[in-house]
């Protein structure tokens, strides 16, 4: 199939006009079953997973695609696997690609390593596959470094019964999936980060008995397991995460919960803030706590998509954090995704409840946790139930634009349970191997240095849906997508972000 080069048409924008990107659409793909990873890339190709398919023959399994940079597949090579299975990390080498698939319903992982020339099997193997009773809790816990040159997993049991921790396994890998060490150690983590070195660094929070917020933090290497300890009293941690670890300094955010005695429900968790502070590992001291406490402008993003509800704290329930990008002076971009759920009756009289997503709130943060600037921006969508629908890509640029790619309706529906209906017409046409409704539009949301936003809509042949795991960076120029239409098959695509 010739590739087809396509340039933006209408641009919509706030604040200011956008320059016009360019997306090439690659070669399309023999199958139309919407789950895919993009692998990775090298000097002269693109790889992507794609699986759970029903092709012309009806098969079953996953297929690897090798595009070269003319956006042309080179070279398709069907994996033996009975059901699907997708990368939740993979690593392109000289030689090789390393994959992990990750179990999450049983808290394993399968390690696999494919010859890169020939796409077959060199090894692969069973991490964390241990038989659990009813009243255990596994949990399993993976990161990878900023460099892609190591990956970490650590599985952890708990005891439901005992409300005691059974057993915990670490282990580093390099990019080719061998084990670098392992050890039986278990850290309390709400939040991690594998440095470029193998440092696996985490924080974790709890409230003692004087009611005092108290954070934990570790360093953990092949050799030393070292912990330290510090805490905030004057707020209550809602959330924590780690933006970055640069000469011992962790750089810290999280969310601010809300005093929970002023809702009737007490099942949900509310926020009414945002946090930021440096600690220190070699003096063992914190910096200054930097606190955002949410305006009625962000309230209005954070508002529920139902336009009729309205804010003030009634329906701030599902933040979540989203990939850092970090940034050159040793700062950071850090998001949260705004996510509802939403309960719907079908025909039968069946109650089924959905996430769908409302916007995203932005942060850009100094190496001293100062806040730069602050900025957000709704997003409505009718795609709630694909795979990838809860995760919005998004890439810092050479000049350190912050660069969202969406999904969108033409229509922005503002009423939440429309959009679950519409997913529903979508799995009605299953049994006609094709999707229902689709996204009406691609659209680009940017931010510049000082946080003010475009939208750009990126116009294609046909509708899109974003699918699998979007995040792989071309040069930092250009960003890869995988993709489906109502008509077509998936294929590849690449969208000029400069």
């Given at each position: 199939m010739k590739k087809i080069i396509l340039t933006l048409g209408l641009l919509l924008s706030i604040g200011s006009i956008a320059t016009a990107q360019k997306v090439e659409i690659g070669e399309r793909n023999d199958y139309i079953r919407y789950e895919s990873s993009i692998l990775g890339m090298d000097n002269d190709y693109y790889y992507t997973l794609v699986g759970y398919n029903y092709g012309p023959e009806n098969t079953k399994g996953s297929t690897i695609y090798t595009y070269n940079k003319n956006m042309k597949i080179v070279d398709t090579t069907h994996l033996d696997n009975e059901m699907r299975f997708l990368a939740t990390e993979s690593f392109v080498t000289n030689n090789k690609i390393a994959v992990v698939y990750r179990n999450d319903f049983f808290s394993y992982m399968t390690c696999e390593v494919i010859?890169?020339?020939?796409?077959?099997?060199?090894?692969?193997?069973?991490?964390?596959?241990?038989?659990?009773?009813?009243?255990?809790?596994?949990?399993?816990?993976?990161?990878?470094?900023?460099?892609?040159?190591?990956?970490?997993?650590?599985?952890?049991?708990y005891d439901n019964k005992k409300e005691a921790i059974k057993s915990s396994k670490m282990i580093l890998f390099d990019n080719e999936l061998n084990e670098l060490w392992s050890k039986d150690y278990f850290v309390p983590v709400a939040a991690t980060l594998l440095t470029n070195d193998g440092e696996f660094v985490t924080a974790g929070y709890y409230e003692d008995k004087s009611g005092k917020q108290n954070i934990k933090f570790s360093i953990v290497t092949g050799e030393d397991e070292i912990e330290y300890e510090t805490f905030v009293s004057d707020f209550k941690i809602g959330d924590i995460e780690i933006a970055g670890y640069n000469n011992g300094e962790i750089l810290v955010y999280g969310l601010i919960e809300c005093d929970p005695t002023l809702f009737q429900k007490k099942d949900f968790t509310y926020y009414n803030g945002f946090f930021t502070f440096t600690y220190d590992t070699k003096n063992k001291t914190m910096g200054r706590v930097n606190k955002y406490m949410f305006t009625d402008e962000d309230y209005k993003i954070l508002d529920n998509v139902n336009s009729k509800t309205s804010h003030k704290l009634k329906n701030i329930r599902f933040l979540k954090a989203l990939e850092v990008l970090p940034t050159a002076d040793g700062g950071a971009v850090v998001c949260y995704n705004i996510n509802y759920k939403v309960t719907v009756k079908d025909q039968y009289g069946f109650t089924s409840s959905y996430m769908t997503t409302g916007g995203v709130l932005?942060?850009?943060?100094?190496?001293?946790?100062?806040?730069?600037?602050?900025?957000?921006?709704?997003?409505?969508?009718?795609?709630?139930?694909?795979?990838?629908?809860?995760?919005?890509?998004?890439y810092l640029t050479e000049n350190e634009?912050?660069?969202?790619?969406?999904?969108?309706?033409?229509?922005?529906?503002?009423?939440?349970?429309?959009?679950?209906?519409?997913?529903?017409?979508?799995?009605?046409?299953?049994?006609?191997?094709?999707?229902?409704?689709?996204?009406?539009?691609?659209?680009?949301?940017?931010?510049?240095?000082n946080g003010n936003v475009t939208r750009e809509l990126l116009h294609t042949e046909k509708k899109m849906v974003l699918v699998g795991d979007p995040n792989t960076v071309d040069d930092g120029k250009a960003v890869l997508l995988y993709?489906?239409?109502?008509?077509?098959?998936?294929?590849?695509?690449?969208?000029?972000?400069?």
């Open positions: 010859d890169k020339t020939t796409k077959k099997s060199i090894t692969k193997k069973d991490y964390f596959k241990d038989n659990t009773d009813f009243h255990e809790i596994p949990t399993l816990i993976t990161c990878t470094s900023p460099d892609d040159s190591l990956f970490f997993a650590m599985k952890t049991i932005v942060w850009r943060l100094t190496a001293d946790g100062s806040i730069t600037w602050h900025n957000g921006f709704r997003k409505f969508m009718n795609t709630g139930m694909f795979e990838n629908s809860w995760y919005i890509p998004h634009e912050v660069v969202f790619i969406t999904e969108n309706s033409k229509k922005d529906k503002l009423d939440a349970v429309s959009q679950v209906r519409e997913i529903g017409k979508k799995y009605a046409n299953e049994a006609q191997k094709g999707p229902g409704k689709l996204p009406d539009v691609v659209t680009m949301v940017r931010f510049d240095k993709v489906s239409t109502k008509k077509a098959p998936g294929g590849l695509i690449r969208i000029d972000i400069k």
